[in-house]
Nanobody, 116 residues
Framework: QVQLVESGGGLVQTGGSLTLSCVAS????????MGWYRQAPGKQRELVAS???????NYADFVKGRFTIFRENAKNTVYLQMNSLKPEDTADYYC??????????WGQGTQVTVSS
């Protein structure tokens, strides 16, 4: 199993920045990629950004140029640096660890609120 613990959410004004952290533990050697998803009230969960074990990154169009996903292997941590935040970025943000073959684990989520 893999356990994921997110942190770093909070309230920020439009144009502000936040950095989310996701610490992985357990069978981390099985992780092939990690990602950040978000879910706003009344909306479906959507991919924000992902990073593979070889550090290949992928971003949703709505965050390109504003968000950066990166990892610190020594700390088993993946980060999501969020700049130029907009009210529409308000959501619960979830960390996901993919193990391949359709298997994966979710964190408990961290709330991000961007005030206008």
């Amino acid at each position: 199993q893999v356990q994921l613990v997110e942190s770093g959410g909070g309230l920020v004004q439009t144009g502000g920045s936040l950095t989310l952290s996701c610490v992985a533990s357990g069978s981390i050697e099985r992780i092939v990629a990690m990602g950040w998803y978000r879910q706003a009230p009344g909306k479906q969960r959507e991919l924000v950004a992902s990073i593979t074990s070889s550090a290949t990154t992928n971003y949703a169009d709505f965050v390109k140029g504003r968000f950066t996903i990166f990892r610190e292997n020594a700390k088993n941590t993946v980060y999501l640096q969020m700049n130029s935040l907009k009210p529409e970025d308000t959501a619960d943000y979830y960390c996901y660890a993919a193990l391949g073959y359709g298997l994966g684990y979710w964190g408990q989520g961290t709330q991000v609120t961007v005030s206008s």
